[in-house]
Every structure is written in C-alpha cells, then in structure tokens.
C-alpha cells in the first residue's frame, strides 16, 4: 500500500492535489501573517477581513464539490482524504514561511504573500481541469421567504447547532492548549510544538481509516457521539497535566494529544456526513453554507468564551467544557433521527457532464 494520501488518478486526486497547493498557502499566509500586525495593522485587518469572506464562501462550495465528485458514497472519505492532504500542505506552508521569519526582511514577507496568491492560482487551475457539474434539478415546489431552504430546516440547524458546539475543539487545539501549557502547566513552552506534530501526524496517518463506514446520517450521528465522548475525555485530561511536574505532564499532554486528535477526526468525518446526508439533493451548496455558518459562529465567540472558562476557571472550566461535548455528542443521534423523518425523497443526485460509466468519482 502507498503511503501517499492522494488517491488513485481521477478526479478526486485533481482535487487533492488543488487542495494542497491551496493549504500550502494557506501555511505560509498563517506562519508570517502575524509580523504584519506590528508593521503596519490596518491594512491587514481590510485585506483580512475580505480574505475570511471569500474563503467562508469557498468552503461551501468547495463542500458541494466533494459530494459531486464523490458521490454519496464516497463524499465522507473524500473529505478524510483532503483533510489529512490539507495537514501537509499547512504544515509544509508554515515550514517554508520558518525561513521568512528567519531572514526577517520586507522582501522575505512580501515574497510570503506573493507564493500565498501563486497556490492560490495554481488550485484555481486545477479545480478548472474538472468537468462542470450539471446543475441540480428545479424543485417541485417554490420556495418562499427571504431565507433560503437551508436557513429554514430546523431540524438540519438542530443537527448542526449540536454539531457546531462540538467544533469548539478547534478553539482549544489552536489556542487554549498552548496557552495552558504555557501559564498553567510545568510542561514548558517546548511542548507545544509536539502536540501539534502529533496531531498533525495522526491526522495524516488516520484520517481516512476512520471515515470508513460513515454511510448514512445514522452511522454519521454515532460517530459524532463517540467524538463527543471522546473529546469530553480528552478534556479531562489535559486539566489533570495542571497538577503534575514537567516529565508526567508533557507524557499525559502528549497521550491526550492523541486521545484529542480521534475525537477530532471523528467529529470531522461524522459532522460532514450529516452537512451531507441531510442536505436537500437539490440544495446542497446552500446546505454546506448554513453548516459552515453555523460552526464558524461558534468558532468566533470560542476564544473569549474558551479564554475565560478555561484559563481562568481552570479544572472547573474543563469539567464544564466536557460537558458541553458529551451533551452535544449524546444529543446527535436522537437529533438526527428526526431530522431524518422530516426528510424528502431524494432527487436526482448532482453529476458531472460525462457521459454515463466514464466519470471518475471513487475514492481509492
């Protein structure tokens, strides 16, 4: 077996391979970004501002993507597959943007954000070598209101909202962790590094196995369960390395680190086969959209949320934390089970223009 996460030749693996230019980017843009608040911050805030607008939107389209390349299938371990490709590309972005930070001149960052926009080109090239995809069929019925079907599914956003608490994780991976290692643990700064290796790692190494048998919103709603309780445990964990001296603490953060990351990948997985297999066939763009909506405003209220409860409430705020994530985890599949009731019968399933038996859309 190959050791590379790209899959086999189709379009799958164009879309991989346009995915890691893109995050390659997108790890050079994040590494040197930070230095341009110090030199000159308006600028950075309008430039990125609109920057979170456009990419909003390129996640959601770029979700339906996956589902037309990858049929119902194969969507979910398609997603697997451009996450741990997506690691790569961030981890081998932030590396090459070490060596700006260490020449430390104007040219070192401005070439930071010239090779940024390059990946993006050079994706947007490859996503154009996909054959288009055949618009969805008209609905049956009209649709009225100024909100679009996603925005009035309740029971979808019900799915969703639980599903959102969850991604509170990304919050704490990104920044509680190195924060709490820092002022609350005897670990040190140094560990931090390694637990984003490690999670990284894992996320290359497992991301796909465990997105095997997600096939239905069903399988999706367990899955998202076990990452609730999961992830629960793992904030456990990380508020018991506050008591211990520096070789147990940077051991238990580590073991966390990966008992975090199946959490992770299971929430991943199961929240991208719900987006999925509860979105309306003929709406799935809109769907994705009201799905990223929803995570990403919690992701937004998460640091100060995050910042307070747990930097400052410490073994309490975890307790509280891993309440949260179970709760969301155990209300998933009931929550899924009525929305699944209220579902229409499938329509006609987005297809690229090729003709029929020709298009490549499995994923290894």
């Given amino acids: 077996m190959s050791w590379s996460p790209l899959p086999p030749s189709g379009h799958l693996r164009t879309l991989s391979w346009a995915t890691l230019a893109n995050t390659l980017g997108s790890g050079l843009w994040l590494a040197g970004s930070a230095l341009y608040l110090t030199r000159g911050a308006s ?19 770029r979700a339906a993507l996956v589902a037309a390349i990858a049929g119902p299938r194969g969507r979910v371990a398609a997603f697997a597959t451009l996450r741990a490709v997506a690691n790569i590309g961030i981890g081998a972005g932030a590396a090459l943007a070490g060596l700006a930070l260490t020449a430390d001149t104007p ?34 019925t009209p649709r009225r209101g100024l909100l679009g079907p996603a925005l009035r599914d309740v029971p979808f956003l019900a ?3 639980a599903s ?52 239905t919103a069903a399988t ?18 990380f508020a018991a390395t506050g008591s211990l001296p520096a070789t147990p603490g940077i051991v238990l953060l580590l073991l966390t680190t990966v008992v975090y990351t199946i959490g992770d990948l299971w929430h991943s997985v199961g929240s991208a086969g719900l987006a999925y297999d509860l979105a309306d066939p003929d709406a799935v763009g809109a769907y994705q959209g009201a799905d990223q909506l929803l995570g990403g405003a919690v992701r937004a209220a998460g640091p100060a949320l995050l910042t307070l ?56």
């Fill in 43 to 61: 600028s950075l805030i309008v430039v990125a501002g609109l920057d979170a607008l456009l990419a909003s939107g390129n996640l959601a389209v």
């Fill in 107 to 140: 040219l070192a960052y401005r070439l930071l954000v010239i090779g940024n926009a390059s990946t993006h080109a050079i994706s947007a090239a490859l996503v154009m070598r996909l054959p288009a995809v055949r618009p969805a069929p008209a609905a049956a």
């Fill in 220 to 237: 999706a709603a367990r899955t998202v369960r076990r990452a609730g309780l999961v992830l629960a445990a793992a904030m456990l964990l």
């Fill in 159 to 161: 799915v969703g909202t």
């Fill in 309 to 364: 409860l747990i930097l400052d409430g410490g073994v309490a705020g975890w307790a509280a934390t891993a309440a949260l994530f179970a709760a969301a985890g155990l209300l998933s599949p009931g929550l899924t089970r009525w929305a699944s009731r209220t579902r229409r019968p499938a329509g006609v399933t987005p297809a690229f223009a090729t003709p029929a038996g020709r298009g490549e859309s499995g994923c290894g």
């Fill in 164 to 215: 959102a608490a969850l991604s509170l994780h990304e919050v704490i991976l990104a920044l509680i962790i190195p924060l709490w290692v820092v002022s609350h643990t005897a670990a040190g700064a140094g560990a931090v590094p390694a637990i984003l290796v490690i999670n990284t790692a894992l996320t290359v190494l497992v991301a796909v196995r465990l997105s095997r048998g997600v096939r």
